[in-house]
């Protein structure tokens, strides 16, 4: 399975985002979903979760109420919206799918992921 981010870039705070992370040749609605971000200096952090068919979501306490995880089955890709963003939340973003995993919680970060895009980078900056 590849996976290939997109929409990243440079935004003010207080701005939005939309990442994708988009997959060819198989259906990502079989796969369950995670965003990680890496900050430079900083370990790698789950940022939000998508079980198989979108049955069940996480959001790390750092992003909740302002990201949203969703899928667009018809575009074979999860979507995440990022609002009220922070100089913090700058850091290079990275999709991971998983074929096992059916629900999502906040430990599912620590799992061995099976395949990751690679990487899409997000500044948050005035």
């Known amino acids: 399975l590849q996976l290939v981010e997109s929409g990243g870039g440079l935004v003010q705070p207080g701005g939005s985002l939309r990442l994708s992370c988009a997959a060819s040749?198989?259906?990502?609605?079989?796969?369950?979903i995670a965003w990680f971000r890496q900050a430079p200096g900083k370990e790698r952090e789950g940022v939000s979760c998508?079980?198989?068919?979108?049955?069940?979501?996480n959001y790390a306490d750092s992003v909740k109420g302002r990201f949203t995880i969703s899928r667009d089955s018809a575009k074979n890709t999860v979507v995440l919206q990022m609002n009220s963003l922070r100089p913090e939340d700058t850091a290079v973003y990275y999709c991971a799918a998983d074929s096992d995993l059916l629900f999502c919680s906040r430990y599912v970060y620590d799992r061995v992921w099976d395949s990751w895009g690679q990487g899409t980078q997000v500044t948050v900056s005035s």
């Open positions: 998508s079980s198989r068919r979108g049955g069940s979501t």
């Open positions: 040749g198989l259906t990502l609605d079989s796969y369950a």
